[in-house]
């Protein structure tokens, strides 16, 4: 009889305790609701964050992408062959801006990351790997951005305004000749394990047979092997005064 009354006590003072505590334990209830609902909104923005980085990196789906995962220009209507153009073309100057003998090209830079986006797309990563001539004009900063951070390489950029540069970049070469024959442009050298140059051309010499269409860049072994190719749109000498016309016409 005394074992049953202790227990009977003994549940009285629990119901008691709980009951005492209660108002405690309610009133924390809001604030852990609230900080179970701020850490659902902060993994929900950090799955966005993470779906939008996936995109940058890949397409949603597995699929078979081209090289180039763009559109290329069309290669010039009338194309002859390297040793033809070295042999009747024209042997022209260059500049060489850039000479390291030494450079090794990275695997990866930190500017691909995917958190920046602009240059973390895979295809386009692969297919910049894949080449070891690169081509382009100092005709617009946006351009001369990707250009320089595509390559994973900076380069002096001259902006002659009287008569444009075309500026080539060749990894893993060293570059000997340059000549040209209508919409060709054929770079020779000896290939080489590592470095990098960049060489500047006068537009002016180029003087392409039809120059609505595209130039067809090689850059070839002295023996006439291709190596690599670039096309890239012919733009005039005069391409600053010119657009420096357009703009004044423009102006109320």
Not at 31 to 36: G, S
Request: proline fraction near 7%.
């Amino acid at each position: 009889m005394l074992t049953s009354k202790r227990i009977i006590l003994f549940i009285i003072c629990v119901v008691i305790f709980n009951i005492s505590i209660a108002p405690l334990y309610y009133a924390e209830e809001p604030d852990e609701t609230k900080r179970l609902e701020k850490k659902i909104e902060e993994l929900k923005i950090q799955l966005k964050e993470v779906e939008n980085r996936l995109q940058k990196l890949e397409p949603s789906k597995p699929e078979i992408i081209s090289d180039p995962p763009w559109k290329e220009q069309p290669f010039p209507s009338n194309m002859v062959q390297i040793s033809e153009v070295i042999k009747n073309g024209t042997k022209i100057s260059f500049d060489v801006i850039v000479n390291k003998p030494e450079y090794k090209r990275p695997a990866y830079e930190e500017h691909w990351y995917s958190t920046t986006g602009r240059w973390s797309y895979i295809p386009s990563r692969i297919h910049y790997a894949l080449h070891r001539l690169f081509t382009n004009y100092d005709i617009g900063l946006s351009g001369w951005y990707d250009f320089e951070h595509n390559m994973g390489l900076s380069i002096p950029m001259f902006q002659n305004e009287n008569d444009l540069d075309l500026y080539i970049v060749a990894f893993q070469t060293e570059i000997t000749d340059v000549y040209t024959l209508g919409n060709q442009v054929v770079v020779v050298g000896h290939p080489k394990r590592t470095g990098v140059q960049a060489i500047t051309i006068k537009t002016r010499a180029i003087n392409p047979s039809n120059k609505e269409e595209p130039l067809l860049v090689q850059l070839t072994t002295q023996s006439g092997d291709e190596i690599d190719y670039s096309l890239i749109s012919y733009m005039p000498p005069d391409f600053w005064s010119k657009k420096k016309e357009i703009l004044n016409e423009r102006k109320p």
